[in-house]
C-alpha cells in the first residue's frame, strides 16, 4: 500500500494556505512534514484525515485507513488510562490494549484516572491511541509535545515497529525525531492569493 | 461591475453574485418607485376614503396594517426556507445571504402584526392579548426567527454559518407547521379564520365576518404594497450583505499575502 | 456503538450523577413552584400537570449542552469522526444517553413528585405515560440542537433559544394528555400525535444532527 | 478591574448577543407555561406574577455556568489569580457583568412580558421594582455557585442544583412583592426584606466566592 | 532582587512529589529546570506562582513578584490578539503593548482573532503576555512547545532581554533553548512515600 497525494490544495478559515502538494509515501517508510508556524502542517494533516474537504487535488487511500493523532487527544480525565484505551480499541474492533500500554511505558499509570496525569504522560496515552485503531496509516501533529527523552525515543520505536510492519507515518514537527525517513518541506508550497480580477468575484466568496 | 455581461443561459446565473448585484442595481430603482406608490395609494385610501365599520368603528382601519404584515411575516419564513434548499443543493452564495437577509425583515413583521393585532384585540376583545391559537403561532413563529438570527450571530465562520442556518431552517419549518396544528387542536381562538381571499368576502354575499368590498380593494393594494416593500428590503439587504462578505474576503487575502 | 454508550454512561456517572441531577433539578423546579405562585392547593392541582411537564422539559434542557460539549473540547468528537462508525450512529446513541440519564429517570419520578402539586389521583398514570412517550423526542431534539451549537463557546443559552420552539408540539401533545388523563377526559388523539412525534424524530433527526455536526468539525 | 469588566462585557457580547440571549429564554419560558398549563386566562393571571419571577430566574440560572467556566478552561482564571487584583474583586465583577447582561435586561423587558399572561395592569410596576430589587441578588449567588463547581466537568445541573436553593428566599419574597402589588395589597414587609437579602449577598458572597474559586485552583 | 526556594516540599493530588527543593536565582541570570515526565516540574513552578501551597519549606520573593506562563495561554479566541494582549497589560497596570507585539513578531497578527491563530502562533501570544506583567521573575512552563526554531530564537532573545533588564527566569523544559544560566536536574528531590509506622497513621493523610 502507497499513501500518494497529488496536487493537493487546502483551505483554513474560508483561505488556502497550501497548494500542489505532491508527495508519496511508500509503506514500510515514514514522512517527516516541516515548515514554520502557521504554513499549514496542521491543515495538511487534517485534511488527510478527512476532517476537512481538501480545495482540490487527491489523497488516496481514503480516510478510513489513517489515524490521527492531533494536538488534542480525546481522552476523559474521569476515566482511568486503560477504560480510555479499551474504549478507543472496541471502536475501532480491538480486543487487547496491552501492546499498546507497553510500547508507551504505560502499565504504572493503568488505573490512574487520566486527569491526573501529567502533561507528558497524558501526551503518552493520547500517542498510545493510535497503536489500538488498527489502521495502516498513522498521522502525527507535533507528537513529543512535552516529552522527555526517554519518552521520545519509546515514541519512535513504536512507529518503527509500525513501520517494520508495513505500516505508514506522517509527522508533522519542529524538532528532531530521531526518525529515518524523508522529509518534505512545506514551505514552497505555500499558497499565492491570486491578485483581484472582474470575474473571480464568485471565486472571492470561497 | 458596471460593464456589460453575456446574456444568461439559465436563470441560475443570476446566483452569480456579479450578475446579481449587476441586475438587482438594474432592478432596485423600479422596485422602490412601485412600492412607495402603491403603498401611499392603498394606505391613504384605506385611512381616510373608506367608512368606519359599523360594528367595529374606526379601529378596523388597522387591518391595512395587520393583515399585510401578518402575511409578509408567513411569507418571509417560505422565501427562507426555499433560499436555504437553494443553498444547500445548489450551493449558491447569494441565495444563502439572501435567507439571511430575509430574517430580519420577516421578524419585524411578525412584531408588527402582533403589535397592530394587540392594539386592535385592545377595543375589540378587551384584552390586549389572549392565547388564540393564531396569535400563538405567530408568538412561535417569532421564536423560530430569533432563534435562527441568534444562530446566524452566532457563528464566525460564513459557510458554517451558512449550511448550519439552512439546515436549521429546515428543521424548524417542519416543526413550525406541527406547532401550528398543536396549537390549534391546544386552544379554539376568538381570532376570525381567513376571509379575505374567500370568494364570498369578495362578493360581499356572504354574511358574518367578511371583509366587505369597500374595505377589500385597498387591502388589496396595501397588501400588493408591503410585498414590493418586503421585496424591496430583501434587495438591499442582500445586496449589503453580498459586499459585507466580499469585505471579508479581501481582509482575508490580505491577511495571506 | 455499545462501547460509545457504555462510555457515555459511564461518563454521566462519574461526573457526579448523571441520574441524581436531572431528578433533582426536577424536584427542585417542582418544589419552586409553589413559592413562586403562592400555595393555594387548588390552583396547583389545576397547573399541577402542566408544572410537572414544564419541570422535565427544563431538566432536560440544562443537560443539552453537555450532550456534544465536552467531546468536541477535547477533540474525542473529531476521532469519532474519523472512527468507523456512521455519525449519524453517534448522533443517536448520544441521544440514548441523555434519555437513559434524564428522560427515564423523570419518568420514573413523575408521580412522586405529582404528589407535592397535589395531582389529581387519576393524574398520575397518564402522567407517567405521557412522559414515558414524550421525553425521547425531547432527547433527540436537543440532541439536534446540540449538534448545531457545538463549539460555540456560551452556547448553554443559544441552544436552549434553538431548541425551546422545537419543543413546542411535545410540550402541548405531552401536557395535553395528563391534563386530560387527571380530568379524566378522553386523551387518545393526542396521545396518538404525541407518538407519532416521538417516532418521526427519533427515525429522522439523527441524520440531521449528523450533518450538523459534520459541518461544524471542518 | 475596569479592564476585567470590559473584557467579559465585549466577550458576552462577541459570543452572539449577551442581552439578548437571556431576554429571548425568558420570553420563550413565558411562551411555554400557557402551553403546559393549558390557556385558561383567569389561571393564567393568577400565576402570572409568579411564573414571571420564575422565568427570570431560570434565564438567570441558565447562563450562570459560563460566568467562570470558560475562564477556567482556558486558563485565564488562573492567571488573573496571579494578577494584582484581589479575587474578591474578580468575583464582584464577574457578578457584574451577569447582572449587566441577564438580569437588567430581564427586568426591563419583564412588563412587555407581563401582558402575555394578562398580569393585573395594577402588576406591572411592582413587578419590575421587585425584580429590579431581587436580580442583583441573583447574579451575586449564581457567581457563588459557579465559584463552587468550577472546574468540575457537566457543571450545569449540579450547579443550578446548588443555586436553587439558595435562590428560595429571594424567589418568595420577590413573587410575594409582585402577587402583593398586583393585588393592590401590602408589599412593604416583603420588598424591605427582599432589598436586605440583595444588600447582604452583595456585600459579603463576593468573599465566600473567592475564597471558593482559591480552594478550586489548587 | 534574588529569589531564593529553600528545602521547599510540593504536593500534588495529595501524594508529595518532590521535597527538599533548594536552588537561588541571582537577578539577571536564568535556572532552567529538567527531568522526566511526572516529576513534578509543573507542580513545582505551580506552587513558585503561588497557584497551590507547599507543603513545607520557603519561597521569597512572594508571588506578587512572579508571572507564570502555564501549558495554557488564557487568551479569548474571540478577542483579537491585540485586545487579549492590552487587558493583560491594562491589569497589570501596564499601558504599551507595543513592545511586546514586536519582542514575539505578531504585529502582522494583532488585529486576528486569537482563536483563528496556529498553534504556536497562539504560543508565541500567551508568551507575549508575560512581556506585558511588568514581573520581575518570569516562571515558563515548556514554553517552546510547537514553536519553530525562529520562533525559539525569538523567545530566547526575549528572555535574554528581560534577564539584561536585571529580572530573571526559570524555565521547565525538556529541549534545549540556546539560553545559557544554570540547570537544575529534579531528579533527586523525587519524594520517596514514607514507609508505614504506628504514629505516622495521621500523616498518612496528608
Ligand atoms: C396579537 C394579535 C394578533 C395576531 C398575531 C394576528 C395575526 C393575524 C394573522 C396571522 C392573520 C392572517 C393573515 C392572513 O391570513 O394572511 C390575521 C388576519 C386578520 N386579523 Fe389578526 N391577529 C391578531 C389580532 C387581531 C385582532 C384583535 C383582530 C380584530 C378583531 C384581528 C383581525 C384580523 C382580521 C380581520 C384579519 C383578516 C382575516 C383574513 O385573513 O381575511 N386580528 N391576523
Ligand atoms: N491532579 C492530580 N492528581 C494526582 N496526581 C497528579 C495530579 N496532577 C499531576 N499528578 C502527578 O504529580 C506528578 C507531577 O506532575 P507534574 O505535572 O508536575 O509533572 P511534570 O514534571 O510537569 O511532568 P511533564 O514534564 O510531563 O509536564 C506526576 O506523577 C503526576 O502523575
Ligand atoms: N480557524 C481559522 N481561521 C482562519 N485562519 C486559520 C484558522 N486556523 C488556522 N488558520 C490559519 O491557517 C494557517 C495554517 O494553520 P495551521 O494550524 O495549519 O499551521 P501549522 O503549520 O499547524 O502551524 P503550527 O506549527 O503553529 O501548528 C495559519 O496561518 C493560521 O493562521
Ligand atoms: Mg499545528
Ligand atoms: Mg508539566
Redesign the interface.
Same mark, same amino acid.
Given at each position: 500500500m502507497e499513501l500518494i497525494v497529488s496536487d493537493l490544495a487546502v483551505i483554513r478559515g474560508g483561505m488556502r494556505v497550501l497548494e500542489g502538494v505532491n508527495f508519496r509515501v511508500a509503506s514500510g517508510t515514514a514522512l517527516v512534514l516541516r515548515g514554520p508556524n502557521g504554513i499549514g502542517k496542521t491543515t495538511l494533516l487534517r485534511t488527510l484525515a478527512g476532517l476537512q474537504l481538501a480545495d482540490e487535488g487527491e489523497v488516496t487511500p481514503g480516510p478510513q485507513e489513517m489515524a490521527y493523532a492531533s494536538h488534542a487527544d480525546g481522552n476523559k480525565g474521569t476515566l482511568s488510562v486503560s477504560e480510555n484505551l479499551e474504549f478507543w480499541a472496541n471502536l475501532h474492533g480491538v480486543t487487547d490494549i496491552s501492546p499498546a500500554l507497553r510500547d508507551f511505558n504505560l502499565e504504572a499509570l493503568a488505573a490512574r484516572p487520566a486527569g491526573s496525569l501529567s502533561a507528558g504522560q497524558k501526551r503518552r496515552l493520547g500517542l498510545a491511541r493510535m497503536a489500538v485503531t488498527g489502521r495502516r496509516i498513522w498521522l502525527f501533529d507535533e507528537p513529543t509535545v512535552s516529552l522527555d527523552v526517554d519518552s521520545v525515543a519509546l515514541f519512535a520505536d513504536a512507529v518503527r515497529r509500525h513501520l517494520g510492519q508495513g505500516g505508514l507515518a506522517v509527522v508533522a514537527t519542529h524538532i528532531d525525531l530521531g526518525l529515518e525517513g524523508d522529509m518534505l518541506q512545506l514551505g514552497p508550497f505555500k499558497a499565492i492569493p491570486p491578485e483581484e480580477t472582474q470575474d473571480d468575484f464568485h471565486e472571492a466568496f470561497l | 461591475?458596471s460593464e456589460r455581461l453575456p446574456k444568461p443561459k439559465s436563470l441560475w446565473e443570476y446566483a452569480?453574485?456579479?450578475r446579481f448585484m449587476a441586475f438587482s442595481g438594474f432592478l432596485l430603482p423600479f422596485v422602490a418607485v412601485g412600492t412607495v406608490a402603491t403603498l401611499a395609494i392603498g394606505l391613504i385610501w384605506g385611512f381616510f376614503f373608506t367608512p368606519d365599520d359599523y360594528r367595529q368603528g374606526s379601529t378596523v382601519k388597522i387591518i391595512y396594517i395587520h393583515v399585510p404584515s401578518a402575511m409578509i411575516a408567513i411569507n418571509a419564513w417560505l422565501m427562507m426556507l426555499v433560499a436555504s434548499l437553494i443553498w444547500l443543493i445548489r450551493r449558491h452564495?447569494v441565495s444563502a445571504l439572501a435567507a439571511k437577509a430575509a430574517a430580519p425583515v420577516g421578524a419585524a413583521m411578525t412584531l408588527i402584526a402582533l403589535a397592530t393585532g394587540?392594539i386592535w384585540g385592545q377595543p375589540m376583545w378587551g384584552? $390586549? $392579548?389572549? $392565547?388564540d391559537p393564531r396569535l #400563538?403561532s405567530f408568538? %412561535?413563529l417569532f421564536? =423560530?426567527y430569533?432563534?435562527y438570527m441568534?444562530?446566524w #450571530?452566532?457563528? +464566525?465562520?460564513?459557510? #458554517?454559518a451558512a +449550511?448550519?442556518t439552512s %439546515?436549521?431552517c429546515? %428543521?424548524?419549518s417542519v =416543526?413550525?407547521v406541527?406547532?401550528r396544528?398543536?396549537?390549534h =387542536? $391546544?386552544?379554539q381562538g376568538l381570532h376570525q379564520g381567513s376571509s379575505v381571499l374567500r370568494a364570498g368576502a369578495v362578493t360581499g354575499t356572504d354574511t358574518e365576518e367578511k371583509v366587505s368590498n369597500v374595505f377589500f380593494y385597498p387591502l388589496m393594494l396595501s397588501m400588493i404594497g408591503f410585498a414590493g416593500f418586503f421585496v424591496l428590503l430583501i434587495l438591499i439587504r442582500t445586496r449589503t450583505e453580498v459586499r459585507a462578505?466580499?469585505i471579508r474576503?479581501?481582509q482575508?487575502?490580505e491577511?495571506?499575502? | 456503538m455499545i462501547a460509545l454508550l457504555k462510555r457515555d454512561l459511564a461518563l454521566s456517572v462519574r461526573a457526579g450523577g448523571g441520574f441524581g441531577l436531572a431528578l433533582a433539578f426536577f424536584l427542585i423546579v417542582v418544589t419552586l413552584t409553589p413559592f413562586a405562585v403562592g400555595p393555594n392547593s387548588a390552583t396547583l392541582s389545576t397547573i399541577a400537570a402542566g408544572i410537572l411537564w414544564l419541570g422535565a422539559l427544563l431538566s432536560c434542557l440544562l443537560s443539552l449542552d453537555r450532550i456534544l460539549a465536552l467531546d468536541y473540547e477535547d477533540g474525542a468528537l473529531e476521532l469519532l469522526a474519523t472512527a468507523p462508525i456512521p455519525m449519524e450512529g453517534v448522533a443517536s446513541i448520544k441521544a440514548l444517553a441523555h434519555w437513559l440519564t434524564t428522560g427515564l429517570p423523570l419518568t420514573l419520578a413523575a408521580p412522586a413528585f405529582g404528589v407535592l402539586l397535589n395531582l389529581p389521583p387519576e393524574g398520575f398514570l397518564w402522567m407517567t405515560i405521557s412522559l414515558a412517550v414524550g421525553t425521547p423526542a425531547l432527547s433527540v431534539v436537543g440532541t439536534f440542537g446540540a449538534a448545531l451549537t457545538v463549539g460555540l463557546k456560551r452556547g448553554g443559552l443559544l441552544l436552549s433559544l434553538i431548541v425551546l420552539p422545537l419543543y413546542v408540539p411535545t410540550l402541548i401533545f405531552g401536557a395535553e394528555v395528563a391534563r386530560r388523563g387527571a380530568e379524566g377526559m378522553a386523551f387518545q388523539t393526542p396521545l396518538a400525535l404525541l407518538a407519532g412525534i416521538t417516532l418521526a424524530t427519533v427515525a429522522l433527526l439523527p441524520f440531521a444532527s449528523a450533518a450538523a455536526i459534520r459541518i461544524n468539525l471542518r
Open positions: - | 461591475m452569480n453574485p456579479r452564495h394587540a384584552t $390586549w $392579548w389572549a $392565547w #400563538t408568538l %412561535v421564536l =423560530f430569533l432563534g441568534a444562530l #450571530t452566532a457563528i +464566525e465562520n460564513d459557510d #458554517t +449550511e448550519l %439546515v436549521l429546515i %428543521v424548524g =416543526f413550525a406541527l406547532s396544528y398543536a396549537l =387542536f $391546544w386552544n462578505r466580499r474576503a479581501l482575508a487575502r491577511r495571506m499575502a | -
